[in-house]
């Protein structure tokens, strides 16, 4: 099968399209001939060598993927070759085949292209453990969540919006703004023109905001811990402005503010099915009634991939991007 190789860790220029052996289902996994995978900003981490893959992983990037079923292997009991599904996996979705476990794969959502269902796992299973699991968001709080364009930003927002939550974002450019209201932002702000604290302090009445999840880290944290409300919520997954943040506990214990982060690449696999029947239950119907559907801004051939890091990198992308595998 082709696959994307990398030749050492750096700029995108690492990656090249190569011919390698195909994977094989062992127990309990299936096969997937893949259509789409997607591209994520932790694909780029791995190849500048800071997001190495779980031990036993193929360092093949890509965190998520469509296509068909090629083959299951032995205890495989819900999905059978031949069908079309989504799936999440640790690694080796830039590939032309590549082996998932079975509680991390998905049926496609009624009415969904492989090109569009390529782009939901690694965001949905992220936002909804994050917001939900950890967040414990419910219905009628408030939620910021940072970096509003970025793949993780309009899943979230269009999830915590769905699920009848109030959703303010911040973003990096004025054009950023009008695409996150319309998938559902009550505000959007630019961070780099606007104190993002004191809008949105004023927004909630001076009540602060219930779930914070941020992507940043850096010097956004103090920022973040002043705009938190009493008995709010601070998620992080990852540190964008930097892993070093400043924390004033007196204020910590003053708003009784939780401050957790996660990661989700080397979780169980068990872990991840019980994201995945959530997300089934849960969000499937919202896709299936139109009320949701991932931004795939761009879509890229497999061994065009060094174009769509170089996007993804430079800010161009607002949503998704993924490769075209067949």
Request: hydrophobic share 45%.
């Amino acid at each position: 099968m082709e696959h994307i190789t990398l030749d050492g860790y750096g700029e995108a220029e690492v990656m090249r399209l190569v011919t390698g052996p195909r994977p094989v289902a062992g127990p309990g996994e299936v096969l997937i001939e893949v259509a789409f995978a997607g591209v994520n900003r932790p694909d780029i981490v791995q190849r500048q060598g800071s997001y190495p893959p779980p031990p036993g992983v193929t360092e093949v990037l890509g965190l998520e993927v469509s296509g068909r079923i090629a083959a299951v292997g032995p205890d495989v009991a819900r999905f059978h070759a031949g069908e079309e599904v989504c799936a999440l996996v640790a690694g080796g979705g830039y590939a032309g085949y590549v082996v998932a476990p079975e509680p991390q794969v998905l049926p496609l959502p009624k009415g969904f292209d492989l090109a569009t269902a390529a782009a939901i796992p690694e965001t949905f299973f992220t936002v909804w453990t994050n917001l939900y699991d950890s967040g414990k968001l419910a219905p009628g709080e408030t939620v910021l969540i940072h970096a509003g364009s970025s793949g993780i930003g309009t899943t979230a927002i269009q999830l915590a919006s769905a699920l009848d939550a109030r959703v303010f974002t911040t973003v990096s450019a004025d054009d950023r703004i009008a695409p996150c209201l319309e998938l559902g932002a009550d505000i959007a702000v630019n961070y780099r023109t606007e104190d993002y604290v004191a809008r949105l302090t004023e927004a909630t009445g001076g009540a602060g905001v219930d779930v914070i999840l941020d992507m940043r880290a850096g010097e956004f944290f103090p920022k973040n811990m002043q705009l938190l409300a009493t008995g709010g919520r601070m998620v992080h997954i990852a540190s964008l402005a930097g892993r070093e943040v400043t924390l004033d506990i007196g204020l910590m214990m003053r708003k009784r503010a939780i401050i957790t982060g996660t990661t989700l690449r080397a979780r169980p696999v068990a872990e991840k099915g019980r994201i995945a029947a959530a997300l089934e239950a849960v969000v499937w119907p919202l896709f299936e009634a139109g009320r949701i559907r991932p931004r795939v801004d761009r879509i890229y051939r497999l061994e065009d991939a060094v174009s769509a890091h170089r996007a993804l990198e430079s800010g161009e992308i607002v949503g998704k991007a993924v490769l075209a595998v067949r």
